[in-house]
């Protein structure tokens, strides 16, 4: 589709929103929204008709890209069958989603809780964790996102938290393996993983095992700076986990359905938790979907004894037509394998040769069509290019660099002194190198707020 500029409707968009939308995790009067006309595939327009590469998927969901044809298809044709329908009831668009989603979740997670998103999968991913358990505490990581609603967002382990923090959650924190930034003092990541590991064990025990229900990590964390794990760590929270009577859950709501190469981050290391979260790539987010893939142990616990929560639109029958739709579409399409190929191929030594060439980058790291290039003011002192939860003229190098990507027709996601790589899993090459090239030229910005010799 060619972008056609209507500057008028654009303008009227934009005051209608100026005017009525209350915009998330913002200063309303600080705000600046881009008006946008129209999506396809891994771009987006403007009303000016300026086109943008998007390098976020929207917010890392959009694994097919926007409009793919056989996912709108299936959404008007679902809704011209059946447009909704109580959750209570089996359906065949929720039933067939359920069981393509089982047929991929890791071991025997092969029961799956239907919610709108991906906090509310949390949520109830802990319920359970605590019903099973009847224990109250639930551990989770700093550098960690798990969502907005008040038990997710106290879970959280960034400044996201703070302005909602009760400290009557149940939740404690604890440091998860990151060698670059380590607070174990680690030389490498035998050292970063051994040592991370005693540190969650000490928690454990100074906590009470008998008081925790749940462990609750990011298989590969994302908006925390997509950190991933060092070999051995996942394997051995689950030993930790299965000692202490502890349930293991994997927060893949970001992560799943492509995003690392394959289709669970956890397929990586070789770990099946006791419950997966998932939302985002399901479905590419054309309709809102969460859900919680439940294992037979957790299951078994509400086989007699009713499960006390639910939601209106559990497994709504329009999102679970576009799951099936988008998980068929992955499937027949090679998306996964694309993410992996072009990730390893194409990605990577592209980022890892920035890396090389500008001083402000400090490290890349990630995997499939998830990376995070990590800025910095000196690579030998590793001091980040903005403080941490820098705002305002604090923030300027990150703004000057964002202005420089957008300039470049490349929509970046940006987070604290990190710009994340996250395009749509079935980017093309030629769309990778296009962004690449305009990535490079606004690292050169980035590298004029630097310690050079």
């Known amino acids: 589709m060619t972008p056609q500029p209507h ?74 069958r059946m447009t909704t329908f109580a959750p209570a009831f089996a359906i065949e668009a929720r039933s ?21 998103g991906g906090a509310d999968a949390v949520e109830h991913a802990v319920r359970m964790a605590r019903l099973h358990t009847g224990r109250p505490k639930v551990l989770s990581a700093y550098r960690s996102y798990h969502g907005g609603t008040q038990q997710a967002v106290n879970i959280t382990g960034d400044p996201r938290r703070w302005a909602s923090d009760s400290g009557s959650q149940g939740v404690v924190h604890f440091w998860a393996p990151f060698l670059y930034r380590s607070r174990f003092y680690a030389e490498s990541e035998e050292q970063e993983c051994a040592r991370a590991l005693e540190h969650l064990e000490t928690t454990i025990a100074f906590e009470g095992p008998q008081t925790v229900a749940a462990i609750i990590l990011e298989t590969v964390p994302g908006t925390a700076g997509i950190m991933v794990p060092p070999p051995g760590y996942l394997a051995g929270v689950r030993e930790i986990c299965d000692k202490y009577g502890i349930v293991f859950v994997l927060d893949e709501v970001m992560a799943g359905f492509g995003r690392t190469g394959e289709w669970f981050a956890a397929d990586h290391f070789g770990v099946v938790p006791d419950l997966m979260t998932f939302a985002k790539g399901v479905n590419s987010g054309y309709v809102p979907l969460g859900g919680v893939a439940i294992s037979a142990k957790i299951a078994d616990t509400f086989g007699k004894r009713p499960y006390p929560g639910g939601l209106t639109y559990s497994g709504h029958p329009l999102a679970c037509a576009a799951a099936v739709a988008t998980i068929q579409v992955m499937a027949e ?32 790291r990630g995997l499939g069509m998830f990376w995070a290039i990590e800025l910095v003011r000196s690579k030998e002192t590793r001091e980040p290019l903005v403080p941490y ?36 899993c079935n980017v093309t090459e030629a769309e990778l190198k296009e962004g690449l090239a305009v990535l490079d030229t606004a690292l050169s910005v980035a590298d004029e707020h630097t310690e050079q010799d």
């Open 7 to 80: 500057p008028e409707a654009g303008a009227a968009v934009k005051a209608a929103d100026r005017a009525h939308v209350f915009h998330s995790w913002s200063a309303q009067e600080l705000i600046d929204p881009l008006a946008v006309a129209g999506a396809e595939g891994s771009y987006f327009w403007d009303y000016d008709g300026k086109r943008y590469l998007d390098f976020t998927s929207g917010l890392v969901y959009t694994n097919v890209g926007y409009q793919h044809p056989k996912v709108v298809a299936a959404i008007q044709e679902q809704a011209a």
């Open 96 to 116: 067939e989603a359920a069981r393509l989603i089982a047929e991929r979740t890791p071991g025997d997670l092969d029961k799956i809780f239907f919610t709108n």
């Open 333 to 364: 399409e090679g998306v996964v394998e694309n993410a992996a190929t072009l990730g390893t191929t194409v990605l990577e030594p592209a980022l890892r040769e920035l890396a090389e060439r500008h001083p402000s980058v400090g490290e890349v």
């Open 389 to 424: 939860n820098a705002a305002g003229a604090a923030n300027a190098p990150m703004a000057a660099f964002a202005a420089a990507m957008k300039a470049g027709g490349v929509w970046p996601f940006v987070n604290m002194n990190r710009t994340h790589v996250v395009p749509p």
